[in-house]
């Protein structure tokens, strides 16, 4: 993750990465968008994030061999089969960036945080 720099923007958050973690976040941050028009984005605990009617919705962030996504939903048997090779702690999906990240699993996780009720919105 960037060092010291308070990063004000999403784009400023990207850009301060090698090539390689850009290319990865901007994929992430599209299949977001898209799976959610209209949510908005901010930085949060030094990080991007997606709000949805003023509420926080996903998180994501750049590191140097990985891309995080947070927090996991509550899912579907199906669906914590899909993305049991990606869980890294209790709320934490990551996606090393030696393989294709999984933008299906992306679109999956925040679609399903919409829809989460226990508190996946927060």
């Known amino acids: 993750m960037p ?20 290319n990865a ?9 898209k799976a ?12 991007p994030c997606l709000k949805v009617d003023s509420r926080y919705l996903v998180y994501f962030a750049g590191w140097k061999n ?4 947070y927090p996991i939903p509550s899912g579907t048997p199906a669906y914590r ?6 869980v890294a702690g209790k709320g934490t999906l990551k996606f090393p960036l030696t ?3 999984p933008l299906d699993i992306v679109e999956d996780t925040v679609k399903l945080l919409l829809k989460d009720k226990k508190g996946a919105l927060y």
């Open 3 to 22: 060092a010291q720099k308070k990063l004000s923007t999403v784009d400023e958050y990207i850009q301060s990465f090698p090539k390689e973690v850009q």
């Open 25 to 33: 976040l901007g994929k992430i941050r599209r299949t977001l968008h």
């Open 36 to 47: 959610v028009p209209g949510a908005v984005e901010t930085i949060s605990y030094g990080i």
């Open 66 to 69: 990985h891309i995080s996504l």
């Open 81 to 86: 089969k899909k993305i049991a090779d990606y």
């Open 99 to 101: 393989e294709s990240i």
